[in-house]
């Protein structure tokens, strides 16, 4: 089952749920039914040469000869 974003028209909540398209959802927050579906951006891979600390960090692994250091450009 995909994981969809909604927004509620009730509370203002903004909140997702693990469901299938034709389930009927309610606001966790004031259980309403009055929800929208949002459009969820997938989250971007990480690059398989990334390093665990490097994937986790945000960081990009050095680049150059000497790990960025020699002066080469």
Do not use: K, W
Not at 26 to 40: F, H, I, K, N
């Amino acid at each position: 089952m995909p994981l969809f974003d909604y927004h509620c028209t009730t509370c203002d909540a903004r909140f997702e749920v693990l469901a299938r398209s034709t389930d009927r959802i309610r606001c966790p927050s004031c259980q309403g039914a009055e929800v929208d579906r949002l459009l969820s951006v997938p989250a971007q891979p990480r690059r398989a040469s990334a390093t665990p600390r490097e994937a986790t960090s945000g960081l990009t692994p050095p680049s150059g000869c000497c790990g960025g250091g020699c002066g080469l450009n």
